[in-house]
Nanobody, 119 residues
Framework: QVQLVESGGGLVQPGGSLRLSCAASGSGFSIHAMGWYRQAPGKQRELVATDTRGGRTDYAQAAKGRFTISRDNAKNTVDLQMNSLKPEATAVYYC?????????????WGQGTQVTVSS
């Protein structure tokens, strides 16, 4: 079992920056990928950025050039640096960890952290 704990959300003005952090705890696991998703009111949860073991990173189009994901495999942490934030980035942000048990993929989620971009 893996537990994910997020921190770093809050209120920021348009054009500002926030850094989200997530730490995975538990024992006896190897995380395949860690990343961030977000869900705005009335919308489906969507990918923001992921980092796959081996160094591959993927970003949503809206995040490219302004958001940076960084992962520490040794510490099982993943951060999301968000710059030049826009009001449309307002959402609950969820940390995600993907593990494989044999061929079976299991996704773990954090409790979510609110990000509000508003003046």
């Amino acid at each position: 079992q893996v537990q994910l704990v997020e921190s770093g959300g809050g209120l920021v003005q348009p054009g500002g920056s926030l850094r989200l952090s997530c730490a995975a705890s538990g024992s006896g696991f190897s995380i395949h990928a860690m990343g961030w998703y977000r869900q705005a009111p009335g919308k489906q949860r969507e990918l923001v950025a992921t980092d796959t073991r081996g160094g591959r990173t993927d970003y949503a189009q809206a995040a490219k050039g302004r958001f940076t994901i960084s992962r520490d495999n040794a510490k099982n942490t993943v951060d999301l640096q968000m710059n030049s934030l826009k009001p449309e980035a307002t959402a609950v942000y969820y940390c995600n960890a993907v593990l494989y048990y044999g061929l079976a993929r299991v996704d773990y989620w954090g409790q979510g952290t609110q990000v509000t971009v508003s003046s």
